[in-house]
C-alpha cells in the first residue's frame, strides 16, 4: 500500500536543492501593487526557485521528468550542508517580499508549499537529522537506474550522463561512511539489504547496454571500468555496514519521540488536523468498524458455516468468516499474473459508471518489484513518471513470491485473497495512485505537481476503495464490504501504530498482536508492518488523515449543492488541483461554488 514516489519528494533527501538559490537573481519585488503584476511576478519567482532546485537535486529533477541534470551527483558532506543552509535562509528572506493575502488563491497555495518545504528541509537537516542515522539514504542504484530505464532520450545520452554521474561513486559512499552517526539498526540492516539490490542495477542489463551503444571505444571502457569501481564501492559500503556498524553495537532508537513526531507530522501530512487529533479519530473509526464487520459477520456465518453454532464472541465470530473467505486466492507462481488480469476490469468499471475520465494514451505496466526498491515493506507500490516526462510509463510495482517459504506465501496470499487484492489494485492502479498522478501531472501548477502531498495522495487511493464500493463494485455483497472493512481497519490500525511506535513505546509483540487482533491481519502481514512503523515516521498516519478530509469534503459539498452534485464532477474537479493538501483544495473547491 505504499509508493515508490514519495521518495522522490522526502524532504530529507531533497534539501540540497536550496544552495543554488544564491545563484537566482533575488529581484523578486513586484513591480506595482496591482493583483495581476503581483501574481505575475511570483509565477517567475516559483520558476526561477523550481529551475535552481533541480540544478541541485538532479535525483528529484530526473524522477520528475527534468534529466537536464542526470550526470550530476551531490555528494552529500559537510561543506554541501553548510551552503544549503545558507541559500535556505536567503530564500525565506525572498519570500517575505510577497504577501500572501495578494496572490490568487492559487498562488497562495503555491506560496504555503513553498514556504512548508523551507521549513521542512531545514527540519530535516538541523533537527531530525536523519542523514546521520539512516544508511539507506545512500543507495546509487536507484537513481542510476532510472536514468538507464527512461525513454526521453537515446541510449548512448543515458549512458554518458550515467557514466559522468558514477565517476564520482567513490566520493559519494566515502561521505556517507562520514556522516553515519549512531544510526538504528533497522535502518543498517535495511541499507545493507537495498545496496546489495542496487548492485543488480550494476551487472548485466547495464554492460549489454553498454556493449550494444554507439559510444566510442575510449567511451565504453571508461564507463565499464568506473561501473566497476562503483560495484566495489558499493560492495565495500556493505562491507561497512556489516563489519563496523553492526558489531559496534552503537545504535540509537528508531523511534524518534513526540516532539518530533508531532512536529514532522504537521510538516509532512499539512492537515487541518493535530497528530492527536488524527490518532483520535482513528481510535473512534476503530471502534466503528468493529462494530459493522460483526453485523456483517452474523449475516455470513449461516452461509459458510451452515448449522454450525456462532461463536458467542464477535472477535471470533469475524475472524472465522475471513478466515473462510480469505481460503480464495491466487497461487504464489501466478500472484503477479493475477494483478495484471483485474487492470481491464478496473478501468471498464471506472468508465461504465462515469466515476471519472480515464486517459488510455498514459501507460501502466505491471512488472515485478525491482531488486533495489525491495526489503521496506511493501509489498506493492506505484513508480509515476514527473510533470515533465508525462509520456513516460507508470509502473505498478508488485514484489513476487519466488523463494519465499512456503508456509510465509501462503500467509501472504491469505492476507491478499481475490477480495483484498482487489481494492488493492483499486488503492495502486485504477482509479487511485495511477489515475491520480495522471491528473497530477496535467496540473497548470509545478509546485503542486512537485511539492506532492504524501497524504492527499495516498488519501486519495484510499478514498477511491470505499467510492467503488458506493458504486456497486463487488456486487455490494457483505463479502466485499466486509474484507473492506478489514483492509480500512488497516489503514485506520496504521495511523494508531504509527503515533504508538515512533511517539510511545509499544514493542513489536503488542503492535502484532494488536493488528492480528482488531486488524485481522495474518501474522507475515502483522510482522511486516512492525517493520515499516520503525522504518519510517508519519507517513503510515498519511492514509487514514487524507481519505478523511476528502470524504468529509464531498459530503460537505454534497450537502451544500443538495441534488446539483455530480460525483464524476467531484472527482475531476478535486484531481484538477494536482497533488495538494487537502485543505488547500477544499479551500479552493469552496470558492469556486
Known amino acids: 500500500m505504499t509508493n515508490s514516489y514519495p521518495s522522490r519528494l522526502v524532504l530529507a533527501a531533497a534539501v540540497a536543492g536550496l544552495a543554488a538559490f544564491s545563484a537566482c537573481n533575488s529581484n523578486t519585488k513586484p513591480t506595482s501593487g496591482t493583483p495581476e503584476t503581483v501574481d505575475a511576478d511570483f509565477d517567475r519567482y516559483k520558476q526561477r526557485f523550481i529551475d535552481s532546485l533541480w540544478y541541485y537535486n538532479p535525483e528529484w529533477a530526473s524522477s520528475a521528468g527534468y534529466h537536464r541534470y542526470d550526470s550530476l551527483l551531490v555528494i552529500p558532506n559537510a561543506g554541501r550542508r553548510q551552503t544549503e543552509a545558507a541559500a535556505l535562509a536567503r530564500r525565506r528572506q525572498e519570500m517575505e517580499i510577497f504577501k500572501v493575502e495578494d496572490l490568487s488563491v492559487n498562488n497562495q497555495t503555491d506560496y504555503r508549499l513553498l514556504q512548508n518545504y523551507l521549513a521542512s528541509a531545514r527540519f530535516y537537516a538541523d533537527t531530525l ?112 555496514l556489516q563489519q563496523e556498524v553492526l558489531p559496534a553495537g552503537k545504535f540509537r532508537s528508531f523511534r524518534i519521540g513526540k516532539p518530533l513526531f508531532d512536529r514532522k507530522f504537521a510538516l509532512d501530512i499539512q492537515s487541518t488536523y493535530s497528530a492527536d487529533q488524527v490518532y483520535q479519530k482513528a481510535q473512534q473509526h476503530r471502534r466503528e468498524l468493529l462494530r459493522d464487520m460483526g453485523r456483517r459477520a452474523t449475516r455470513l456465518w449461516p452461509k459458510y458455516f451452515p448449522g454450525q453454532a456462532m461463536p458467542a464472541d464477535s472477535v ?80 505498478y510495482n508488485v514484489e513476487p513470491l519466488d523463494g519465499q517459504p512456503a508456509a510465509q506465501a501462503e500467509s501472504y496470499l491469505r492476507e491478499y485473497n481475490q477480495y483484498t487484492l482487489q481494492i488493492l489494485n483499486i488503492h495502486e492502479a485504477i482509479p487511485g495512485h495511477y489515475t491520480q498522478l495522471v491528473y497530477a501531472n496535467r496540473s497548470p501548477s509545478l ?141 479552493m473547491m469552496l470558492g469556486d461554488n
Do not use: C
Open 129 to 240: 537529522r536523519d542523514w546521520q542515522w539512516n544508511p539507506a539514504n545512500y543507495n546509487l542504484g536507484s537513481s542510476v537506474a532510472e536514468i538507464l530505464n527512461g525513454r526521453y532520450h537515446p541510449l548512448d545520452r543515458r549512458l554518458r550522463a550515467i557514466s559522468t554521474k558514477i565517476s564520482r561513486a567513490a566520493d559519494y559512499y566515502e561521505a556517507a561512511k562520514q556522516n553515519i552517526q549512531t544510526p538504528t539498526r533497522e535502518h543498517t540492516n535495511l541499507a545493507i539489504l537495498q545496496t546489495q539490490g542496487g548492485l543488480a542495477v550494476f551487472g548485466p542489463a547495464l554492460q549489454d547496454s553498454v556493449a550494444k551503444s554507439g559510444l566510442s571505444a575510449q567511451e565504453k571502457k571508461d564507463l565499464t571500468s568506473r561501473i566497476a569501481t562503483t560495484r566495489l564501492v558499493m560492495e565495500g559500503y556493505v562491507r561497512f
Open 447 to 587: 509546485v503542486k505537481s512537485i511539492f506532492g502531498n504524501g497524504a492527499m495522495i495516498e488519501g486519495w487511493a484510499v478514498y477511491t476503495e470505499r467510492m467503488m464500493l458506493e458504486s456497486g463494485y463487488g456486487g455490494n455483497t457483505d463479502e466485499i464490504w466486509l474484507m473492506w472493512d478489514k483492509w480500512n481497519m488497516r489503514v485506520t490500525l496504521n495511523a494508531i501504530l504509527d503515533h504508538d511506535v515512533q511517539a510511545g513505546t509499544i514493542t513489536e509483540a503488542q503492535a502484532v498482536a494488536l493488528l492480528q487482533r482488531d486488524g485481522f491481519q495474518e501474522e507475515a502481514e502483522a510482522r511486516n508492518k512492525w517493520r515499516r512503523a520503525t522504518l519510517s515516521q508519519v507517513q503510515l498516519s498519511s492514509y487514514f488523515t487524507g481519505s478523511t478530509e476528502i470524504y468529509d469534503l464531498r459530503q460537505e459539498l454534497k450537502k451544500q449543492q443538495g441534488s446539483k452534485f455530480d460525483l464524476k464532477t467531484f472527482h475531476e474537479q478535486f484531481l484538477s488541483y494536482g497533488s495538494a493538501p487537502v485543505k488547500y483544495i477544499r479551500q
Open 316 to 395: 471470533a465470530l469475524i475472524k472465522q468468516v475471513i478466515s473462510k473467505l480469505s481460503e480464495k486466492h491466487a497461487t504464489p507462481a501466478g500472484f503477479v499474473q493475477a494483478v495484471k488480469d483485474q487492470m481491464p476490469t478496473l478501468v471498464k468499471w471506472v468508465d461504465d459508471h462515469q466515476l471519472l475520465t480515464q486517459d488510455p494514451t498514459k501507460p501502466l505496466v505491471v512488472r515485478e518489484t525491482p531488486l533495489y526498491m525491495r526489503g521496506s515493506g511493501a509489498g506493492a507500490s506505484i513508480s509515476a513518471p514527473g510533470p515533465y516526462d508525462k509520456a513516460a510509463n507508470t509502473y
